[in-house]
């Protein structure tokens, strides 16, 4: 499943990005390499698609059918674009703006990340809030 491979590699990519609380670009470009695969992900699979790349928290309490559904009214990536202005409020946190195309149009919506064993998950993005496994 070439989905299950860009996720194994995402994620060592950015385990071995890893490390020490510094805004350098190793870091940013471990943010921008997970935006880029989710929404890859999402544009091939759906909103579920982006299950894989979420924090460990938010998968916990939001299954893939859930999120499929949270991420419904959400405009729908037909390519990732760019991630820009990574920010890092701590060792652990950052926020970027990521844009993508969706039907011809450039959208930018801005995601948080959590640094989690080493790799960068998604800890929210616009829709996420409303994903609840009940």
Request: include cysteine; proline fraction near 3%; glycine fraction near 8%.
């Amino acid at each position: 499943m070439r989905h299950g491979l860009l996720v194994m590699a995402s994620l060592l990519i950015v385990s071995a990005c890893g490390g020490n609380y510094t805004k350098d670009t190793t870091q940013e470009q471990a943010i921008s390499a997970i935006a880029q695969h989710a929404i890859e992900a999402w544009a091939d699979a759906g909103g579920g698609g982006l299950h894989d790349y979420l924090s460990l928290g938010v998968q916990s309490h939001c299954s893939v059918t859930h999120l499929d559904a949270a991420l419904a009214g959400e405009p729908k990536p037909n390519a990732w674009k760019d991630t820009k202005d990574v920010k890092f409020p701590s060792s652990i946190s950052a926020t970027a703006t990521v844009v993508f195309d969706s039907g011809g149009k450039d959208i930018e919506q801005t995601w948080s990340f959590a640094q989690e064993d080493y790799s960068w998950r998604i800890s929210d993005l616009p829709g996420l809030s409303e994903c609840k496994s009940a």
